[in-house]
């Protein structure tokens, strides 16, 4: 079974970094496209990263310069640092898998509050 | 690329055909991809590349369009249809989301 775990999610005060990560079974992190989308309260969804290939990397432009997504072999794991951390960062995040997302994590929340 | 989704939100009955649409600001191609999502849950792939069934969806979904314009049909919706869904499109990034229709019972 092709399955995606969230983790690292937390209360954090603006300004501040916090580290999800994203272990996959099933498949490997690796050799397939891997994104994170996030959904913060009362909005809709929002597409944050991916990355692919030889780890070429995208990001959405409210979190480009502030977030960095990366993946260990090793791990099988995704990862997504976050860096400089705004309350409009706060939402469920997501860890999805393939490049039409088919693998979804249940999330991890991120609360940016002081 | 932008995405508008219409309606925003939608009340319907069991047994009712429903369409969503869904507008790309410029050609996309079939990149496009419908998604499900109940409250609590994380979303769920519906239809890929435009109008692919995603294995394990019922046949009761559908998916058409291309470049512009798509839509999203249930051809009779059963009780466990209601959700929020979503249009993504993936031809270029960032890769982006419609605002989502919410479909509601009657």
């Known amino acids: 079974e092709l399955q995606v775990v969230e983790s690292g999610g937390g209360l954090v005060q603006p300004g501040g970094s916090l580290r999800l990560s994203c272990t996959a079974s099933g498949f490997i992190v690796s050799s397939n496209y891997m994104s994170w989308v996030r959904r913060a309260p009362g909005k809709g969804l929002e597409w944050v990263s991916i990355i692919y290939s030889a780890n070429v990397t995208h990001y959405a432009d409210s979190v480009k310069g502030r977030f960095t997504i990366s993946r260990d072999y090793s791990k099988n794991t995704l990862y997504l640092q976050m860096n400089s951390l705004r309350a409009e960062d706060t939402a469920v995040y997501y860890c999805?898998?393939?490049?039409?997302?088919?693998?979804w994590g249940e999330g991890t929340t991120v609360t940016v509050s002081s | 690329i932008q995405l508008t989704q219409s309606p925003s939100s939608l009340s319907a009955s069991v047994g009712d055909r429903v369409t969503i649409t869904c507008r790309a600001s410029?050609?996309?191609?079939?990149?496009l991809a419908w998604y499900q999502q109940k409250p609590g849950r994380a979303p769920r792939l519906l239809i890929y590349?435009?109008?692919t069934l995603q294995s394990g969806v019922p046949s009761s979904f559908s998916g058409s369009g291309s470049g512009t314009d798509f839509t999203l049909t249930i051809s009779s919706l059963q009780p466990e249809d209601f959700a929020t869904y979503y249009c993504q499109q993936l031809s270029g990034f960032p890769f982006t989301f419609g605002q989502g229709t919410q479909l509601e019972i009657k």
């Open positions: 410029q050609d996309i191609s079939n990149y």
């Open positions: 590349a435009a109008s």
């Open positions: 999805v898998g393939y490049y039409y997302m088919n693998v």
